[in-house]
């Protein structure tokens, strides 16, 4: 029922439809009408062999023997018989006895369906489209071509004194919308030619029934045509409505300065547009939220320098204020420390922004277990560190498709975070490892630990928490978010843990490549 509920098999069926169904009359009424003037003209050459052969074992052929003849048929046949010597004189005429009668049997009438205001709508639809696609058909003579004639001198007539089968069609006469078929048989007598059996029959019968069957078709196809309408109004209900609902949504929910208002609402449907409408509601969701963390993020970056652009106006005040050298260097030293802190906030705030605007190139692949060395190294080489840096590397060394700057930057924040919090003479370990997921780059610390509701929360922009032991000045808590946004990038993800024993552990998982 799913795949049934999709656009393209209902427009699949709205098609085969509307163009199947009349093309498959149409080619079916040509067959029919074939296959039955076929069998009429089978049957028409039957008999006229059937008397052919009669007359041609009496010898010289006789008016009164081939009258004799058609009287012993007793009109049984359908068709209309003639008897011709070879010079083509009529002998003997079936037409002559009267029309056919069985015992107690009435004469059938056809039915004229012409009168019909159907047949003449799907007639005239018809001549139209065969006079556009369809060449000339010859103009046939008249069956009155034989009419109290002595002497038949038909084309068919010829063909057959020349000892072959000859036939022909003509329209019949009496003002009948019909043609006549004629088949001329020779009579043999040995191996001479001594007349003909000329056989007539009109297709008044057939065409009475084709009439019908043109009839039938022709409300098939007005029957398609209803359908197609009524799948036409279906298919505006589902299609059309639910797409100018989505172009009304889309206007809706953006104001006049460009601002997301509101969300595209979902859609049950199992088809295209019920994936599009639930799509859209997906999309629209995300930009909701991200509009809502681009809004705390600039609160927060406002808030992050509204207190050092404060402190920064107070300290230049006192500085006019007062005389004592001393005083007027300390408040030049906070000045300096403000203004410092204000452009570490912006770096951070920089390198955010381009993260979230993405668009990097293909990265190099790396060697993770050197690059890790030598950035541990770094740190080792630093004075009054406190902390012991232990690094573990598996084998093959693991590579990925990293810039080296953006995977420093995450190893050295992830450090720095380790650092601030390990006890002195703890321990920071740096593990690296390749597994199923990706290659794994680990940290851990032997401090506080992170509390569990803090977990998701601490790669949140300017948010930090830190036990009361540990001093939070100097960390804006920009350095775990952007680790995420590095990481997430490459598409990784980071995440914390409680270390095993004390402490906490961060590990970060990046593709691996090769």
């Given at each position: 029922?799913?795949?049934?509920?999709?656009?393209?098999?209902?427009?699949?069926?709205?098609?085969?439809?509307?163009?199947?169904?009349?093309?498959?009359?149409?080619?079916?009424?040509?067959?029919?009408?074939?296959?039955?003037?076929?069998?009429?003209?089978?049957?028409?050459?039957?008999?006229?062999?059937?008397?052919?052969?009669?007359?041609?074992?009496?010898?010289?052929?006789q008016?009164?023997?081939?009258i004799?003849?058609?009287?012993?048929?007793?009109?049984?046949?359908?068709?209309?018989l003639r008897?011709?010597?070879?010079?083509?004189?009529?002998?003997?005429?079936?037409?002559?006895?009267?029309?056919?009668?069985?015992?107690?049997v009435?004469?059938?009438?056809?039915?004229?369906?012409?009168?019909?205001w159907?047949?003449?709508?799907?007639?005239r639809?018809?001549?139209?489209?065969?006079?556009?696609?369809?060449?000339?058909?010859?103009?046939?003579?008249?069956?009155?071509?034989?009419?109290?004639?002595?002497?038949?001198?038909?084309?068919?007539?010829?063909?057959?004194?020349?000892?072959?089968?000859?036939?022909?069609?003509?329209?019949?006469?009496?003002?009948?919308?019909?043609?006549?078929?004629?088949?001329a048989?020779?009579?043999?007598?040995?191996?001479?030619?001594?007349?003909?059996?000329?056989?007539?029959?009109?297709?008044?019968?057939?065409?009475?029934?084709?009439?019908?069957?043109?009839?039938?078709?022709?409300?098939?196809?007005?029957?398609?045509?209803?359908?197609?309408?009524?799948?036409?109004?279906?298919?505006s209900?589902?299609?059309?409505?639910?797409?100018?609902?989505?172009?009304?949504?889309?206007?809706?929910?953006?104001?006049?300065?460009?601002?997301?208002?509101?969300?595209?609402?979902?859609?049950?449907?199992?088809?295209?547009?019920?994936?599009?409408?639930?799509?859209?509601?997906?999309?629209?969701?995300?930009?909701?939220?991200?509009?809502?963390?681009?809004?705390?993020?600039?609160?927060?970056?406002?808030?992050?320098?509204?207190?050092?652009?404060?402190?920064?106006?107070s300290?230049?005040?006192?500085?006019?204020?007062?005389?004592?050298?001393?005083?007027?260097?300390?408040?030049?030293?906070?000045?300096?420390?403000?203004?410092?802190?204000?452009?570490?906030?912006?770096?951070?705030?920089?390198?955010?922004?381009l993260?979230?605007?993405?668009?990097?190139?293909?990265?190099?692949v790396?060697d993770?277990?050197?690059?890790?060395?030598?950035?541990?190294?770094?740190?080792?080489a630093?004075?009054?560190?406190?902390?012991?840096?232990?690094?573990?590397?598996?084998?093959?060394?693991?590579?990925?498709?990293?810039?080296?700057?953006?995977?420093?930057?995450?190893?050295?924040?992830?450090?720095?975070?380790?650092?601030s919090?390990?006890?002195?003479?703890?321990t920071?370990?740096?593990?690296?490892?390749?597994?199923?997921?990706?290659?794994?780059?680990?940290?851990?610390?032997?401090?506080?630990?992170?509390?569990k509701?803090?977990?998701?929360?601490?790669?949140?922009?300017?948010?930090?928490?830190?036990?009361?032991?540990?001093?939070g000045?100097?960390?804006?808590?920009?350095?775990?978010?952007?680790?995420?946004?590095?990481?997430?990038?490459?598409?990784?993800?980071?995440?914390?843990?409680?270390?095993?024993?004390a402490?906490?552990?961060?590990?970060?998982?990046?593709?691996?490549?090769?």
């Amino acid at each position: 029922m799913r795949r049934l509920a999709r656009i393209f098999p209902r427009l699949l069926l709205f098609n085969v439809l509307l163009v199947f169904l009349p093309a498959a009359g149409l080619l079916y009424l040509g067959s029919y009408e074939h296959q039955l003037l076929e069998n009429q003209e089978r049957s028409m050459v039957q008999q006229g062999r059937l008397l052919a052969a009669a007359l041609g074992e009496a010898g010289e052929l006789q008016a009164e023997q081939a009258i004799e003849l058609l009287q012993r048929l007793e009109r049984r046949v359908d068709a209309r018989l003639r008897v011709v010597d070879a010079e083509g004189t009529l002998l003997a005429d079936s037409a002559r006895f009267g029309p056919r009668r069985e015992p107690g049997v009435e004469t059938p009438v056809i039915t004229n369906g012409r009168s019909d205001w159907l047949y003449r709508l799907g007639a005239r639809s018809t001549l139209f489209f065969q006079r556009l696609f369809r060449a000339a058909a010859p103009t046939l003579e008249s069956s009155d071509v034989y009419g109290g004639s002595a002497r038949l001198a038909g084309e068919e007539i010829q063909a057959a004194l020349a000892g072959r089968y000859g036939a022909t069609t003509r329209i019949s006469s009496g003002g009948q919308r019909s043609v006549t078929l004629y088949s001329a048989i020779p009579i043999r007598d040995g191996n001479a030619v001594v007349g003909a059996v000329l056989v007539s029959q009109s297709t008044a019968r057939l065409l009475g029934s084709l009439i019908e069957v043109r009839l039938d078709i022709f409300q098939i196809f007005l029957v398609s045509i209803a359908v197609a309408f009524v799948l036409s109004l279906l298919f505006s209900a589902t299609i059309a409505r639910p797409l100018a609902r989505l172009q009304r949504q889309a206007v809706a929910i953006v104001d006049r300065r460009g601002r997301l208002k509101g969300r595209f609402e979902g859609s049950r449907r199992h088809d295209e547009i019920g994936e599009l409408a639930r799509a859209l509601e997906k999309l629209s969701a995300r930009i909701e939220s991200h509009q809502h963390k681009l809004e705390a993020f600039a609160s927060d970056v406002a808030h992050e320098l509204k207190n050092p652009l404060a402190s920064i106006r107070s300290a230049t005040e006192l500085i006019l204020e007062v005389d004592d050298p001393q005083d007027k260097q300390r408040f030049l030293h906070m000045v300096e420390r403000d203004v410092a802190r204000m452009e570490y906030v912006l770096s951070e705030v920089r390198e955010l922004a381009l993260l979230d605007a993405g668009g990097q190139q293909p990265a190099p692949v790396i060697d993770v277990g050197r690059l890790a060395s030598e950035v541990v190294d770094g740190y080792r080489a630093r004075e009054g560190q406190g902390s012991s840096l232990e690094l573990e590397t598996g084998e093959p060394a693991p590579v990925v498709a990293v810039e080296p700057e953006h995977f420093v930057r995450v190893l050295s924040n992830l450090l720095d975070n380790a650092l601030s919090f390990s006890p002195i003479g703890g321990t920071v370990r740096v593990a690296i490892s390749s597994g199923p997921a990706g290659v794994q780059i680990s940290v851990s610390d032997e401090g506080p630990g992170v509390a569990k509701v803090d977990r998701q929360r601490i790669f949140d922009r300017f948010y930090s928490t830190r036990p009361e032991s540990h001093s939070g000045e100097g960390h804006l808590g920009l350095g775990l978010p952007i680790v995420r946004a590095i990481v997430e990038s490459y598409g990784g993800r980071v995440e914390c843990a409680p270390r095993h024993g004390a402490g906490a552990s961060f590990t970060v998982t990046l593709p691996a490549t090769g």
